[in-house]
Nanobody, 123 residues
Framework: QVQLVESGGGSVQAGGSLRLSCAASGFSVDRECMGWFRQAPGKGREGVAL???????VYADSVKGRFTISRDNARNTLYLQLNSLNPADTAMYYC?????????????????WGQGTQVTVSS
């Protein structure tokens, strides 16, 4: 099975933290472009962070300094650490993968998507 399964979402107070996990099956996370995206009600799906097969991380300006993307190759799992959360971070968060010659935060550049995990931040 080639799939991605997210977990770790939940409801937190502003200023709190969460760690999201994305368990991959059927491929190795260190050989793909791996990305985290989010979508709030009524809005498009936007790129949050990506990690290249070579280990380079790229972040959207809105989360830089607060979120950290990482992976555990032994567990074949991608992570997103969310710190200093605010209500604007409330969204469904999705893990995605692709194997293009380059990596980007464009939704249309990713072929494989997980089902998503909900993050809700209250003030």
């Amino acid at each position: 099975q080639v799939q991605l399964v997210e977990s770790g979402g939940g409801s937190v107070q502003a200023g709190g933290s969460l760690r999201l996990s994305c368990a991959a099956s059927g491929f190795s996370v260190d050989r793909e472009c791996m990305g985290w995206f989010r979508q709030a009600p009524g809005k498009g799906r936007e790129g949050v962070a990506l990690l290249t097969g070579g280990g380079t991380a790229v972040y959207a300006d809105s989360v830089k300094g607060r979120f950290t993307i990482s992976r555990d190759n032994a567990r074949n799992t991608l992570y997103l650490q969310l710190n200093s959360l605010n209500p604007a971070d409330t969204a469904m968060y999705y893990c995605a993968a692709d194997s293009r010659w380059y990596c980007s935060l464009r939704r249309e550049d990713y072929r494989l998507w997980g089902q998503g995990t909900q993050v809700t931040v209250s003030s």
